[in-house]
């Protein structure tokens, strides 16, 4: 099956700090989500982003599906940042929005 | 909308029994799915259903394990008998475009 590998495992800021997160994948995808998993567990969709770059905020990402990744970016960090960053990908032959997810980012930022 | 619901939030028995998740997806979503997250093999997707039918169950890890979806704004997730090694977070999410949404997982501990 796909595989999904996140970089770094492990990041720690100073609040302000801006900071960038990558995803490789193994094989094509349909489908490729980033989510925020906050320090109570709840898993929030941040980006839905097969391909090309899209904002929200202080967040950004971008996919380049030809070369198989996607980044996250985080500019002026803010303690509320903190947590568990994870992408998740359909491969193109995977079907019915089956998500394999990567093993994360975990983040942490501090005043 | 209330998003996805999932209950209890916490459960807690002791080995030999059986345990039932519940999930209410979001209305109107035709997909839904069911996560299992643990510190050694982080998401890992057990089973998902499209239009109520299940799709792809390959993840489930033994037959102890059984999910149902009786109509599209129900499903269960029920281990019997249930094992210490089943301990985990259980996480539902339903989709519709193909961006997935999570409900704020159940807490299982198996004593």
């Known amino acids: 099956g796909i595989q999904v590998e996140q970089s770094p495992p492990d990041l720690i800021l100073q609040e302000g700090a801006n900071s960038t997160l990558r995803c490789n994948f193994s094989d094509s995808v349909n489908n490729l989500q980033w989510f925020h998993q906050n320090p109570w567990g709840q898993l929030i969709n941040l980006f839905y982003i097969p391909s090309g770059t899209k904002q929200n905020g202080r967040l950004s990402a971008t996919t380049v599906a030809t070369e198989r990744y996607s980044l996250l970016y985080i500019s002026s960090s803010q303690t509320t940042d903190s947590g568990v960053y994870f992408c998740a990908v359909e491969s193109q032959g995977g079907g019915y929005n089956k998500l394999i997810f990567g093993a994360g980012t975990r983040l942490a930022v501090h005043p | 909308d209330a998003g996805v619901i999932q209950s209890p939030r916490h459960e807690v028995t002791e080995m030999g029994q059986e345990v039932t998740l519940r999930c209410k997806p979001i209305?109107?979503?035709?997909?839904l799915f069911w996560y299992r997250q643990t510190m050694m093999r982080g998401l890992e997707l057990l089973i998902y259903f499209n239009n109520n039918v299940p799709i792809d169950d390959s993840g489930m890890p033994e037959d102890r394990f059984s999910a149902k979806m009786p109509n599209a704004s129900f499903s269960t997730l029920k281990i019997q008998p249930s094992e210490p090694r089943d301990s985990a977070v259980y996480f539902c999410?339903?989709?519709?475009?193909?961006?997935?949404?999570f409900g704020s997982g159940t807490q299982l501990s198996v004593l």
């Open positions: 999410a339903s989709s519709f475009t193909g961006k997935l949404f």
């Open positions: 209305s109107g979503h035709n997909s």
